[in-house]
């Protein structure tokens, strides 16, 4: 099979913001990078964020691009917090398991529950219950706009924690 690169560029500001996914002979690879420059052929400079052989490992992952943005943002969300990669390898593993929106909410929550910042006096009862049942399994009942309130909390107090936006929210908003 030959190699295959998927290419997904955000501009803001004047940067571009890139999603790269490639599948290189039998090895894919999902990498982040910031470009830097505002003119085609101008020298660019590039910073890689983070690259990783990970998505190998996560064939359902493969086949949607919202799907690879979630895991590009838990990519970066681990990535610059130093949380390391049993965090990062535990929210793709229930990525691969599970729909986009439990997915973030259970990421966000270990997250900020294995770093100790997740205050419960933020959340009222019914949000605490259902992300402990989150924890313990995907098989949960709720509302599509509850799911998207609880998400939009958690992200929240992660941006709050991280202290710097969040590139890879751009994919997901497209």
Known sequence: MGNKTYVKAIKDDGNVDLIIYGRHNEVDTLTYMEVEGKIKNQFKN???VDSINIIDRFNSIRGSFLRLSLAMLILEVTYRSNSGLSLLL???NR???TDNEKASIFFFYIFLKKN?????KKFNFE????LLQIE???QIRA???FL???????????QAYIGKPLNSLKLLMR
């Open 148 to 158: 998207r309130v609880l998400k939009n909390k958690l992200l929240k107090e992660v």
């Open 127 to 130: 949000e605490r219950n259902l």
């Open 90 to 92: 535990e929210g793709l």
């Open 136 to 138: 313990k399994n995907n």
């Open 95 to 97: 990525l691969k398991i």
């Open 116 to 120: 100790g910042i997740f205050d419960e």
């Open 46 to 48: 590039y910073l890689i």
């Open 143 to 145: 509302t599509a706009a």
